[in-house]
């Protein structure tokens, strides 16, 4: 009995393997499980850590966002500020030397390193590389490390993408859709965010070009991650935003929010430049690299004993200003917030220490929309610091993440609400230029498709000159002859898609008859196909490829060529640009079929 209920089992998956849609429903619930399950112990593995390191060794309790359980009357209380330092530097090391003596390659950003084996490894991460991202997070994220949480579960969820692909023996290209569908539901998981999810698993690879394929697998992989994860919350947002504070009913009001968007994607260019100059001079630091993390935390420790809002995740700092809760927060104090937790995620990410950089990017948009709020109320009184506190949050990120539309769609999901869904719009795509092309949190990240390893096999090729013309042409087709009087012609011509037809006699050429040839007033009746033809016939060898053939089409009026032998007279077929554009993508076809199947 068991033997054939065996082979019943790997005969009904090789069946589901075979077809793309059963295939990607049934991996992309696969992931998704994964996601929400490991957003899940990641969430809780956090919650462990800050008790047991960053409570437990200074007192300090963090404010919350209201959708994990916070409260908006939070007050700082009473902790032990001069053993922040301690804290700090205690989950560097622990953290450093995880990660430096069992997976390496998952110090920093996890999203980064899961866009870079995208690109560069065929999807290919480490099978440990997913539990020690979770754990080196939690410790450095727990100890008050300014990091986030997005990061190491895109990692854990891309990472089992690329396992499953390895388990049902996938090619590399499903394996990178597999591992790009697992960024999308973890991050649509512990965002509480699945559409947003979904979308930036196809935008963020690229700085300007989607991973189109990658878009249903991730719909269904974060689907079903957020719906596990978010049953701890009852589904609810992240953030909770009154209603009443959110509208958008004047349009001069847009004259703030692109300000905003603007000078956004200018302070996107100031964090990036400072982030990637920290992590350089660390980098070029000649001494023990688990040290690193600890001497990068020992310094946030000391920023925080000033500023205990750079610590940890910052979620719930960004809750009490979408409330208008400023008692701790006064305009001076949100100007300098912006640039020490700028310096804060640098010194604890930059130095080897492990985490996301989405919730800082997040956070430091959340200080710079209310501070901008401050600033341009006198100006602008009918808008309110929770409308600027969410435009300058998304609008931010969404520029230096170069992810600008899923972002913009997180942002909504995660506060609940489409109000100001026209302002964002204006300001991420601002903050998007603003920020120039190539400035982008995410190294890893590649011009297009054109531009990444993964596909350097579609483009590298001349496709158009490896394709002969006597593969395009059409070897049935209407002509006449120089006999044919023009009033049995003129049909012809009318049903042609150029209003051009070949003059033959046989297989020999003679000519073209063009409908602006037969002028008004002419007498069909009388008239022949030789009297008014041209003898000019533009002409293509049919050994040519389609690109000469496109070419001569280009510089031709006629839209038609035709395709002749060797001896220049004999006609072998007509070609125009429907059909070298069938046998472009027929080619297409061709080659990603040979790579699939070489790839498997």
Request: net charge neutral; charged share 15%.
């Amino acid at each position: 009995m068991v033997e054939p209920a065996r082979a019943a089992s790997r005969k009904g998956l090789q069946w589901i393997l075979r077809n793309d849609v059963t295939k990607w429903v049934f991996l992309g619930i696969l992931i998704g499980i994964v996601a929400g399950v490991g957003s899940i112990a990641f969430y809780f593995l956090i919650k462990l850590m800050t008790g047991l390191m960053l409570t437990g060794i200074t007192g300090f309790v963090p404010p919350e966002p209201l959708g994990e359980g916070g409260s908006l009357a939070y007050t700082l209380g009473h902790y032990r500020w001069y053993l922040l330092p301690i804290s700090l530097a205690a989950g560097g090391i622990l953290s450093g030397l995880i990660v430096y003596n069992l997976a390496p390659e998952a110090e920093g950003h996890g999203t980064d390193a899961a866009i870079s084996a995208f690109h560069n490894n065929n999807g290919k991460i480490r099978r440990r590389v997913p539990i020690v991202k979770l754990v080196a997070s939690a410790i450095t994220i727990g100890s008050g490390g300014s990091a986030g949480r997005e990061g190491p579960t895109a990692q854990i969820a891309a990472g089992f993408g690329s396992f499953v692909a390895d388990v049902f023996s996938l090619n590399d290209h499903d394996r990178r859709i597999a591992e790009a569908a697992g960024i999308g539901a973890g991050i649509g998981s512990i965002f509480m965010a699945p559409l947003g999810g979904a979308l930036l698993s196809t935008e963020i690879l690229y700085r300007r070009d989607f991973e189109v394929e990658a878009l249903i697998p991730s719909i269904i992989a974060s689907v079903v991650g957020y719906s596990i994860f978010g049953y701890l919350f009852q589904y609810r947002p992240i953030f909770y935003t009154d209603p009443s504070f959110l509208f958008f009913e004047r349009p001069e009001s847009l004259l703030a929010y692109a300000l905003v968007g603007i000078l956004a994607g200018l302070l996107g260019k100031v964090y990036v430049n400072v982030f990637y100059g920290i992590q350089g001079l660390f980098r070029k630091w000649n001494i023990t690299r688990f040290a690193k993390p600890a001497i990068g935390g020992l310094l946030v420790g000391l920023i925080a004993i000033k500023f205990p809002q750079v610590l940890g995740l910052g979620y719930g700092w960004v809750q009490l200003l979408l409330n208008e809760n400023l008692y701790l927060m006064p305009l001076y104090i949100l100007i300098i917030l912006i640039f020490v937790k700028i310096v804060a995620t640098s010194l604890t990410i930059g130095s080897g220490g492990s985490g996301g950089v989405f919730a800082p990017g997040i956070v430091i948009g959340s200080f710079f929309g209310a501070a901008m709020g401050i600033i341009l109320h006198p100006l602008f009184p009918y808008l309110n610091i929770v409308e600027f506190t969410i435009v300058g949050m998304i609008s931010f990120f969404g520029g230096v993440s170069k992810a600008p539309i899923s972002v913009l769609i997180m942002g909504t999901e995660m506060t609940g609400s489409f109000a100001l869904f026209l302002p964002l719009m204006l300001s991420t795509t601002l903050s998007y230029f603003a920020s120039g092309v190539n400035t982008s949190i995410y190294r890893a990240q590649v011009l297009d498709r054109a531009h990444s390893p993964a596909h350097a096999a579609e483009y590298e090729r001349p496709i158009m000159d490896q394709v002969p013309v006597y593969k395009a042409m059409r070897t049935e087709f209407n002509y006449v002859t120089p006999d044919d009087d023009l009033r049995s012609a003129l049909p012809k011509l009318r049903e042609t898609r150029t209003k051009n037809l070949l003059v033959m006699n046989g297989h020999s050429l003679k000519g073209i008859l063009s409908l602006d040839m037969i002028k008004s007033g002419m007498d069909v009746n009388s008239l022949k196909v030789s009297d008014v033809m041209s003898t000019d016939v533009p002409t293509i060898r049919y050994d040519a490829n389609i690109h000469e053939a496109l070419d001569r089409l280009i510089r031709s009026d006629r839209g038609i060529l035709a395709v002749i032998d060797e001896d220049n007279t004999t006609v072998k077929g007509i070609i125009g640009l429907p059909d070298i554009a069938e046998a472009y993508n027929r080619e297409i076809r061709r080659i990603k079929h040979e790579l699939m199947q070489g790839e498997g």
